[in-house]
Each structure stands twice: as structure tokens, then as C-alpha cells.
């Protein structure tokens, strides 16, 4: 699960972020480009709230929803017909990666946890760009194309539905 890692950068931002995040929503484009040049765009729509949760929509080139509520994320692949469950325990510290983001500038920020290093960049306060390689040393890049900041957003939004017919990987 290649774009895993995001979730848990989006997660920690809405802790306690550079510009002080309660809540996010906006479509974006993810792109993750291998070490021989090739590129996986992905686009979608991502929606997050404090203290913890956030709601991925894959929408291209596959449809999939990606839940994280607390320390459990919920997979939902409809091509598939197939739900994985994991859990958080033993991944990045969310609060780790606030809390060692550094303003390089007015909208760029760094933080490095873990040996990962993450450029952030905010555009007129609104929150633009998370950049970083992951551990397969892919160029991962999430743009966000129409940024909503601190607006309330329903609960029950990320309360994942799990069609009674499909299958269940823990």
C-alpha cells in the first residue's frame, strides 16, 4: 500500500499543524513517481478532522475509500469487493511530525521523524502540498487543488459502511 504514509502525514497535521488545522477537505492529485521515472497519478478527495480522522475517496485510476479513526484504518475497495483492516500501533508518531515541522518560510515548512523528511508548503494560509520519498525511495507529492480549512464536517462521515457481502482481511 504504497500511498499508506499519507494518511498518517494528513493525520498528524491536523493535531497540531504549522497554521493550526481543526479540520480539512479538498480534491487532490497524488503523485508518486518510482525510482526509474515511472509515475502513478492518483485523484480524489480527501476530508479530515481532529482529533484523528480522516477520509481518503480514490477515485482514479482505481476506486477505493481509506478510513483512519484513531488508531485503525479501514480499507474499502469496491472493485474488489474487499475490506482490509489495519491498525496504527506501530507507525509514524503523529504528534512527532508537528512538532518538529519547521518554517523554512512564509509557506514552506520541513519536518523530519523517523529518518522521513516532509516538505509542507502552505499558499495564502491554505495548506498546498505535503512532498516526501517514502521507504521505497518513490517521489511521493499530494496537491491539493481546492483547500477547505476549519469548517465543521459531520461525524459521521468517517464511520465507514461495509457492504455485508464483502470480504474482510485483518
Do not use: C
Amino acid at each position: 500500500m504504497r500511498f499508506f504514509p499519507v494518511f498518517l502525514l494528513i493525520s498528524a497535521f491536523l493535531y497540531a499543524a504549522p497554521k493550526d488545522l481543526s479540520s480539512f477537505n479538498s480534491r487532490f492529485e497524488q503523485t508518486i513517481i518510482d525510482d526509474n521515472g515511472k509515475t502513478i497519478l492518483y485523484k480524489g478527495e480527501l476530508w479530515a478532522s481532529k482529533p484523528q480522522n480522516a477520509l481518503w475517496i480514490y477515485q482514479k485510476p482505481i476506486q477505493k475509500s481509506v478510513y483512519v479513526n484513531a488508531n485503525k484504518v479501514t480499507v474499502i475497495e469496491p472493485v474488489i469487493e474487499q475490506v482490509t483492516l489495519r491498525s496504527l500501533d506501530n507507525e509514524i508518531d503523529f504528534l512527532q511530525i508537528i512538532q518538529k515541522a519547521k518554517r523554512l518560510n512564509d509557506e514552506h515548512y520541513s519536518a523530519t521523524v523517523k529518518g522521513q523528511t516532509y516538505a509542507i508548503v502552505f499558499h495564502n494560509e491554505l495548506l498546498s502540498s505535503i512532498s516526501y520519498t517514502d521507504g521505497y525511495d518513490n517521489r511521493v507529492t499530494i496537491k491539493f487543488l481546492s483547500p477547505v480549512q476549519n469548517k465543521n464536517i459531520d461525524p459521521s462521515r468517517f464511520k465507514p459502511t461495509i457492504p455485508a457481502d464483502f470480504d474482510i482481511i485483518n
